[in-house]
Nanobody, 126 residues
Framework: QVRLAESGGGLVQPGGSLRLSCTGSGIRLEHNAVGWFRQAPGKEREGVSCIRVVEGRTYYSDSVRGRFTISRDNAKNTVYLQMDSLKSEDTAVYYC???????????????????WGQGTQVTVST
């Protein structure tokens, strides 16, 4: 059974940092492109970032580029999302999903994924 599990969310002040983890079981994440998404209350789920298998190329939405970094640790079967310079508008539930069929400049839409984690809440507030 394939499972993805996110962790690392929490409450942080504006300008702070968090690192989210997405750990796979029943699936080797190193063999799959993986995407991170977020969904704020009353809004649609949106793509944040993805990482390819080949060369580990990474892609980001305009809203997070330069502040967020996606990476993977194959030994731990985990994909990370390092979030720096957090803003109140980053507040959302964050999800990882796989496999990302394309993973390019136009992040794959959520409907293309069939494996999702349960999500982790990120709240940026004073």
């Amino acid at each position: 059974q394939v499972r993805l599990a996110e962790s690392g969310g929490g409450l942080v002040q504006p300008g702070g940092s968090l690192r989210l983890s997405c750990t796979g079981s029943g699936i080797r994440l190193e063999h799959n492109a993986v995407g991170w998404f977020r969904q704020a209350p009353g809004k649609e789920r949106e793509g944040v970032s993805c990482i390819r298998v080949v060369e580990g190329r990474t892609y980001y939405s305009d809203s997070v580029r330069g502040r967020f970094t996606i990476s993977r640790d194959n030994a731990k079967n985990t994909v990370y999302l390092q979030m720096d310079s957090l803003k109140s508008e980053d507040t959302a539930v964050y999800y990882c999903a796989a496999p990302s069929p394309v993973c390019g400049d136009n992040l794959d839409p959520p409907r293309w994924f069939d494996k999702w984690g349960q999500g982790t809440q990120v709240t940026v507030s004073t």
